[in-house]
Nanobody, 116 residues
Framework: QVRLVESGGGLVQPGGSLRLSCAAS????????MGWYRQAPGKQRELVAS???????TYADSINGRFTISRDNAKNTVYLQMDSLKPEETAVYYC??????????WGQGTQVTVSS
């Protein structure tokens, strides 16, 4: 099993920045990608960004260059730098790990609130 511990969420004003971190521990074999999803109240969970073991990155269309996903393999940690945040991006952000064989693990989520 994999344990994912997220941190870095909080309250930020529109246009502000936050950096999320997700530290993975446990059985870390066969990880093909790590990523971040978010779920706003009353909405479906959606992909924000992901990064593969070969450092190929994918972003949601709505991000438009404002976020950057990165990973530190030595620390088994994935980061999400979020700049120019918008109120509509208020959500619980979840860390995700995907295995080569398709299995997934999720973190407990961290709240991001964008409000003045």
């Amino acid at each position: 099993q994999v344990r994912l511990v997220e941190s870095g969420g909080g309250l930020v004003q529109p246009g502000g920045s936050l950096r999320l971190s997700c530290a993975a521990s446990g059985t870390l074999i066969g990880i093909s990608a790590m990523g971040w999803y978010r779920q706003a109240p009353g909405k479906q969970r959606e992909l924000v960004a992901s990064i593969t073991k070969r450092d190929t990155t994918t972003y949601a269309d709505s991000i438009n260059g404002r976020f950057t996903i990165s990973r530190d393999n030595a620390k088994n940690t994935v980061y999400l730098q979020m700049d120019s945040l918008k109120p509509e991006e208020t959500a619980v952000y979840y860390c995700n790990v995907r295995r080569d064989w398709g299995a997934q693990n999720w973190g407990q989520g961290t709240q991001v609130t964008v409000s003045s």
